[in-house]
């Protein structure tokens, strides 16, 4: 086959894909210090990702999961794990969909909300653990809040319309029905639309 | 080492003929517009002629009632854009068909689902049928919808999924009872089982040279002779006024060729693929737990098979094989960039995370015993793997 035919994907995500690392094969005996779960079958991917933590340095010291997922899900989990061992809690909440992404060498505008789950499972598995450490003041509520009163819309629910690929006003109404009643939210809405669009897609 | 290369996707397309290729190949040479009077345009003209013989001859009707077009989505669109011919001054007999009214069913392709959705806003009722665990379309829910007055039908001949074959006649007449008109999309049916119009009783027909190892870029539309009929393109007196544009001569005499060597390869392909299919699919589920076939077990595409392996997403399924050298495609929703996977696996009742995890096998004449070996030796591991690092259990849910 003419050999300018690429995989579908980076070279980086192919090579994760084909070999993830840090796969959590003992489930039963495993002792982890936090485990977070996020995502839906229903939806095409669920993760599961599980840490051990060193509480005197406050440094995570293995993680490993499990993904239902496509190739994108799955090397994006598998990054996400090696990116995080060694790292601080701290730190490690910080990470974001596009710090994943950039590591496995760029996704593809609609594979986006597959490193999207990656982070929030790893949040998820982090406030596990200060919960699990009576440490719930360091668990940083996702600060989701309503932009749309009438159709009661967050921020994250018009995120998440943008990772799932609407572009438009028009579009992010179709998918959340946001401002759709009285429309006094639209210049909020507008803003957060060019804010989630510049700092997933870079446009 | 050569990494082998097996094409088990020949529902998506089908690699040319090595005989329609050396036609095409000949006829790059004559270069004239069929259109022109002169010797040049002559032998084009020949050309196009015999390869509507052909193509003609291969679904049992004449020359006359076939429409070349620029593909199956073109033929299907022109198909159900006769009720909602734009003008008067169209100089068309769309005006003798007094209804509005398309009835067509849930797990069409998108080029007939999509265009009915536009034709609903220009006030033409739509009625989708729905079909069972199987496929096949409610025979009673259809003479329902024809009680409430005469309606263009359009139903698929054979589902490009999951390979259900619907009993057309029984539709076509049921339509004629109710003075309605019956358009089939023949696209993944030609070529694989044997269609003739006039067993059939339809109306329009569409098929398309690439799935029966012809060039793509090049359709047809069957229309029978006295049928209403409006241009999809206007402006040209090709295919007789009805599809304006110079010839795709090259895709015609590519057509034409595939149609005519399909016809007589066709009766051993069947036999032959309908015995690998079903060596592949004893195959998967021996060695595979918790496989799921999709589709009707008998009434399905010889070359198709449709199955769910639960626990594992489609589209790791697809590109693991693809690292292993084999191509097939999936009903995922990650395939495809939307969230909802395959319409047609959700329209049979399928589980939504059984539907994310299917993949579709189709066959093809160049396919051979070791081919399906060879996927029944590696499959299985790559669902293993898959399964091994899922959070879902291929157990749960639903029992078999």
Known sequence: MNNKVEWVYSEKLKEHFMNPRNILQNEETYQEDGKGIVGNIKCGDQMMVVIKVDKNKGVITDCKWKTYGCASA???????????????????YHISPKDIAQQLGGLPEHK?????????????????????????????????????????????????????????????????KVGTVCGQCKEEVLDLLVKYKKEHFGD | MVMRRIYLDNNATTPLHPVVKEEMIKAMDVFGNPSSLHQFGRAAKIMVKEAREAVASFIGCSPEEIIFTGSGSEANNTVLFILACPSQQCNCSSETIKYKRIITSTIEHPCILETVKCLSDRGIEISYLNVDNYGKIKMEELEQQLKKGPALISIMTANNEIGTIQDIKKIARLAHQY???????????????????????????????????????????????????CPLIRGGHQ???RRAGTENTLGIVGFGKAAEIRKTEMPSDYQRLLLLREKLRKGLKNKIEHVYFNGHPEDCLPNTLNVSFPGAEGEAILLYLDLAGIAVSTGSACASGSLDPSHVLLAIGIPVEYAHGSIRISMGRDTTEEDVDYMIEVLPGIIKRIRSMSTVEAGEGQNE
């Open chain 1, 74 to 92: 799955i090397a994006s989990t598998s990054i996400l794990s090696e990116m995080v061992i060694g790292m601080t809690l701290e730190d490690a």
């Open chain 1, 112 to 176: 986006v909300h597959c490193s999207v789950l990656g982070d929030k499972a790893l949040r998820a598995a982090i406030n596990d653990y200060y919960r699990r450490n009576g440490m719930e003041d360091k668990i940083k509520k996702e600060e989701a809040h309503i932009v749309c009163q009438c159709m009661n819309v967050s921020d994250r629910e018009i995120e998440e319309a943008v990772l799932d690929g609407a572009r438009t006003y028009i579009e992010l109404q179709e998918r959340t």
């Open chain 2, 179 to 229: 003075s309605s008109l019956i358009h089939t999309d023949a696209v993944q049916a030609v070529g694989k089982i044997p269609i003739d119009v006039n067993d059939l009783e339809v109306d329009f027909l569409t098929l398309s040279a690439h799935k029966i190892y012809g060039p793509k870029g090049i359709g047809a539309l069957y229309v029978r002779k006295g049928t209403p009929f």
């Open chain 2, 239 to 241: 295919e007789s006024g």
